[in-house]
């Protein structure tokens, strides 16, 4: 009870925390990288990415361009730019699951280095709040209640989410702790057929010898 209860309180604290993925990385031309967030099913996801510019004076170079691909567990695309210095994409997961993106730079000689800011976020944390309150123009406390609404909805889903994966891991217990009882009971048997053939034939030798 004690390990349930702390788990909801890491649960809580991990939704309420800033899990957005925010990274900036080095990419050569001619090479891919690719980056995975398991995303629930249901659950809004938004991402951003753009070439940093090496020289702020001067338009990005022809090298500077990438491919970007994003797609689900299955291999649905659900976003594709060929030879761009920035975009963004935006979907609702239809399935839980590690959801992948990869930069691909374009190939050039010689070899050239790209710098990647890519901004991904999922669930809660796509919305800006700021420019909600500030579009709206709402006030402090209706801002809070829909905020926290927003809050207690993602716990509701993953709480639903994790007692998914509690029954399914208990049924995996049960179908494993089968399978070891058939193993245990056919190597018993295995080993019992296996005396009995060395008794059989030890007493068929000595009987030969006239030794019983």
């Known amino acids: 009870m004690d390990l349930r209860r702390s788990s ?3 649960l809580i604290l991990s939704i309420l925390s800033p899990v957005t993925l925010s990274i900036r990385y080095e990419l050569f031309s001619g090479h891919t990288k690719c980056i995975s967030e398991e995303i629930h099913a249901n659950a809004m996801s938004v991402g951003k990415y753009s070439i940093i510019n090496p020289n702020e004076d001067h338009p990005l170079p022809s090298s500077h361009k990438v491919t970007v691909r994003v797609t689900s567990p299955q ?4 976003h594709e730019s060929n030879g761009v210095e920035s975009g963004q994409f935006s979907f609702t997961a ?10 691909s730079a374009v190939d050039h000689k010689p070899e050239t280095t790209l710098i990647i800011d890519f901004d991904w976020r999922t669930g809660i944390h796509t ?7 500030k ?6 406390m209706e801002f809070e209640v829909k905020k926290l609404f927003e809050t207690v909805n993602s716990i509701h889903d993953e709480m639903f989410y994790l007692r998914d994966r509690e029954e399914e891991m208990h049924n995996l217990n049960i179908a494993t702790n089968s399978k070891m009882a058939w193993l245990s009971f056919v190597s018993l048997a295995v080993c019992l057929s296996v005396a009995g053939l060395q008794f059989w034939h030890l007493k068929t030798f000595f009987q030969k010898k006239k030794l019983i």
């Open 94 to 103: 239809v399935e839980t699951g590690d959801y992948i993106s990869c930069f």
């Open 75 to 78: 291999g649905t695309a659900y």
């Open 127 to 133: 919305k800006d709040w700021s420019n909600v309150a």
């Open 8 to 10: 909801i309180v890491l």
């Open 135 to 140: 579009k709206s123009q709402v006030e402090t």
